[in-house]
């Protein structure tokens, strides 16, 4: 056996200590023979996340009725043994480490185990047993040592899947496409009923509860999801890294102040919220592969964080939602907002700002990757040169924080800035700029903005957006449904745009409609 198999492994279970692994299959499986379920508790899947150089969280959650009212799934009201195993290979055979954790009533029975001491840039398979029943078998990785290069990472990135609007087949796609890092911009979940947004010819499927407020309410809904087979599919097949948008907590929240003040009443002043943001913030972490470093403290939940795969690159996971000012003028797009230049205005709170300017300094990678939610290159409708018409919910609402990250990179010397965005329900690839409305301001990094996976439904797949023409700055744009394919090596970074033909039927083929290059040391996109 591996002296992995011999050490003590941190549990990432909220309240949790110290797992040990046990030195034989025997042992872990007897621990969990008493978990007296007579029907199968892996029906919300598993999932791996976090990857490091020695390790990573793997991730299950036990529910025999997944739709429970309560959002306990069904389970007895008692903690529940569950064994784990991690492998070498998909027959688990070359057992590398196990234990046994409880998943706890208090935590809604989900399980986090956080592996250390593993070895750098491999591929690993793990499992979960309760009782007789033995969960799927889930593929991993841990990153590159920090000194290596490797010689590519496929990485897959996506966003916005609300289950009403469509079948999440794009996860199976991604699956089959069997990247090695999966990256989730936000919108995982939507909170809303039944019939509160609804797409034209209707939804063809329906959310279960009323609008999530409460953290039985987020519990339900996150199991609803996390049943679906084809979201199973794609945690299944590698590690991922997530951060939330607004959707799930509330839409267009902003720090402490919600979209309005109704929603079940939970939105009406700031205690209730803040009540509401810890509710939605438990119910996160119980469903994500996530680190102890992530458990929320109250309404407070730490997600940005910087994952490094080897010298190849830095993925600097953000989160634009807990800590910026409210919107400004509504949330939506407005005319000659000009307060949305104030420099004291921030879309990432001044300590998550000096966080990111500290990595890029000292960043010795190729490529420094934001993974982010809202559009970040300006996007302005107004074609007159003395009028702006942009969204105040995107970087657009916070151009002098947009400039400080921009300028940060660039006085970092940071070698290839890449910005991850989703949230728009739309395809766009986009040159980055300090100074938008200079045409004589160069281009200093690019950004890939992924579609949704099923939001607003099938989308028209128009290739065409008039704003282009006078935002030249804006390369590419679909409406189409689908998720983006990335290639990263020591040269360069491809960008595959993966679109579906439909959403509200299942089964839908996958293809490329587009593709960009991004070269090492050239900053701007290359078709």
């Given at each position: 056996m591996?002296?992995?198999?011999?050490?003590?492994?941190?549990?990432?279970?909220?309240?949790?200590?110290?797992?040990?692994?046990?030195?034989?299959?025997?042992?872990?499986?007897?621990?969990a023979?008493?978990?007296g379920?007579?029907?199968?508790?892996?029906?919300?899947?598993?999932?791996?996340?976090?990857?490091?150089?020695?390790?990573?969280v793997?991730?299950?959650?036990?529910?025999?009725?997944?739709?429970?009212?309560?959002?306990l799934?069904?389970?007895?009201?008692?903690?529940?043994?569950?064994?784990?195993?991690?492998?070498?290979?998909?027959?688990?055979?070359?057992?590398?480490?196990?234990?046994?954790?409880?998943?706890?009533?208090?935590?809604?029975?989900?399980?986090?185990v956080?592996?250390?001491?593993?070895?750098?840039?491999?591929?690993?398979?793990?499992?979960?047993?309760?009782?007789?029943?033995?969960?799927?078998?889930?593929?991993?990785?841990?990153?590159?040592?920090?000194?290596?290069?490797?010689?590519?990472?496929?990485m897959?990135?996506?966003?916005?899947?609300?289950?009403?609007?469509?079948?999440?087949?794009?996860y199976?796609?991604?699956?089959?496409?069997?990247?090695?890092?999966?990256?989730?911009?936000?919108?995982?979940?939507?909170e809303?009923?039944?019939?509160?947004?609804?797409?034209?010819?209707?939804?063809?499927?329906?959310?279960?509860?009323?609008?999530?407020?409460?953290?039985?309410g987020?519990?339900?809904?996150?199991?609803?999801?996390?049943?679906?087979?084809?979201?199973?599919?794609?945690?299944?097949?590698?590690?991922?890294?997530?951060?939330?948008?607004?959707?799930?907590?509330?839409?267009?929240?902003?720090?402490?102040?919600?979209?309005?003040?109704?929603?079940?009443?939970?939105?009406?002043?700031?205690?209730?919220?803040?009540?509401?943001?810890?509710?939605?913030?438990?119910?996160?972490?119980?469903?994500?592969?996530?680190?102890?470093?992530?458990?929320p403290?109250?309404?407070?939940?730490?997600?940005?964080?910087?994952?490094?795969?080897?010298?190849?690159?830095?993925?600097?996971?953000?989160?634009?939602?807990?800590?910026?000012?409210?919107?400004l003028?509504?949330?939506?797009?407005?005319?000659?907002?000009?307060?949305?230049?104030?420099?004291?205005?921030?879309?990432?709170?001044?300590?998550?700002?000096?966080?990111?300017?500290?990595?890029?300094?000292?960043?010795?990678?190729?490529?420094?990757?934001?993974?982010?939610?809202?559009?970040?290159?300006?996007?302005?409708?107004?074609?007159?040169?003395?009028?702006?018409?942009?969204?105040?919910?995107?970087?657009?609402?916070?151009?002098?924080?947009?400039?400080?990250?921009?300028?940060?990179?660039?006085?970092?010397?940071?070698?290839?800035?890449?910005?991850?965005?989703?949230?728009?329900?739309?395809?766009?690839?986009?040159?980055?700029?300090?100074?938008?409305?200079?045409?004589?301001?160069?281009?200093?990094?690019?950004?890939?903005?992924?579609?949704?996976?099923?939001?607003?439904g099938?989308?028209?797949?128009?290739?065409?957006?008039?704003?282009?023409?006078?935002?030249?700055?804006?390369?590419?744009?679909?409406?189409?449904?689908?998720?983006?394919?990335?290639?990263?090596?020591?040269?360069a970074?491809?960008?595959?745009?993966?679109?579906?033909?439909?959403?509200?039927?299942?089964?839908?083929?996958?293809?490329?409609?587009?593709?960009?290059?991004?070269?090492?040391?050239?900053?701007?996109?290359?078709?």
């Amino acid at each position: 056996m591996d002296n992995i198999s011999r050490r003590s492994l941190i549990s990432a279970g909220l309240g949790a200590g110290l797992v040990a692994a046990l030195p034989s299959a025997a042992v872990a499986v007897s621990t969990a023979d008493d978990a007296g379920l007579r029907t199968d508790p892996f029906t919300l899947g598993i999932a791996s996340g976090e990857p490091w150089a020695d390790g990573f969280v793997i991730w299950t959650r036990l529910a025999l009725d997944p739709l429970a009212g309560n959002g306990l799934g069904g389970m007895p009201s008692r903690n529940v043994a569950v064994a784990w195993e991690v492998a070498e290979d998909p027959n688990m055979r070359s057992v590398v480490a196990r234990g046994v954790e409880h998943a706890r009533i208090e935590t809604a029975h989900s399980v986090h185990v956080e592996l250390r001491g593993l070895k750098p840039g491999r591929e690993y398979f793990y499992r979960f047993r309760a009782g007789k029943h033995l969960s799927a078998v889930g593929r991993t990785l841990t990153a590159p040592a920090l000194h290596e290069t490797p010689a590519a990472l496929a990485m897959a990135f996506a966003s916005c899947s609300q289950y009403e609007h469509g079948y999440f087949t794009a996860y199976t796609r991604m699956a089959e496409d069997h990247p090695d890092l999966v990256l989730h911009l936000g919108d995982y979940l939507y909170e809303y009923k039944k019939d509160s947004y609804v797409i034209g010819g209707g939804n063809p499927r329906d959310h279960r509860g009323p609008e999530t407020v409460t953290l039985e309410g987020y519990r339900q809904r996150h199991a609803q999801y996390k049943s679906d087979a084809d979201l199973q599919a794609a945690h299944a097949i590698a590690p991922w890294l997530v951060v939330w948008d607004d959707h799930e907590v509330d839409n267009n929240w902003a720090d402490e102040v919600p979209e309005n003040n109704d929603a079940g009443q939970m939105n009406d002043t700031t205690e209730r919220f803040r009540q509401r943001r810890a509710a939605a913030f438990q119910a996160y972490y119980e469903n994500m592969p996530l680190r102890a470093s992530s458990v929320p403290a109250g309404y407070d939940m730490k997600i940005y964080r910087v994952i490094q795969w080897g010298q190849l690159a830095n993925f600097h996971m953000m989160d634009t939602r807990q800590y910026r000012d409210d919107q400004l003028a509504g949330d939506g797009w407005k005319k000659n907002v000009a307060e949305r230049l104030a420099e004291n205005r921030s879309i990432t709170g001044a300590e998550q700002e000096q966080w990111l300017l500290e990595g890029f300094k000292n960043s010795t990678q190729r490529w420094d990757i934001l993974g982010q939610q809202v559009f970040f290159a300006e996007r302005d409708r107004a074609r007159a040169l003395d009028v702006d018409d942009v969204s105040m919910d995107g970087w657009d609402g916070y151009a002098a924080s947009r400039r400080r990250i921009t300028q940060g990179w660039i006085d970092a010397k940071v070698r290839n800035a890449v910005v991850l965005t989703g949230d728009v329900h739309r395809n766009w690839a986009n040159d980055l700029k300090v100074d938008y409305k200079d045409p004589a301001s160069p281009v200093v990094g690019s950004e890939l903005v992924c579609t949704s996976i099923t939001s607003t439904g099938n989308g028209s797949g128009s290739t065409t957006d008039p704003v282009m023409a006078w935002n030249p700055h804006l390369k590419f744009y679909n409406d189409s449904r689908g998720y983006v394919n990335t290639r990263i090596t020591r040269d360069a970074m491809t960008a595959d745009f993966r679109v579906l033909d439909y959403v509200t039927t299942p089964g839908s083929p996958v293809k490329t409609l587009a593709s960009f290059k991004i070269q090492d040391g050239v900053p701007g996109l290359q078709a």
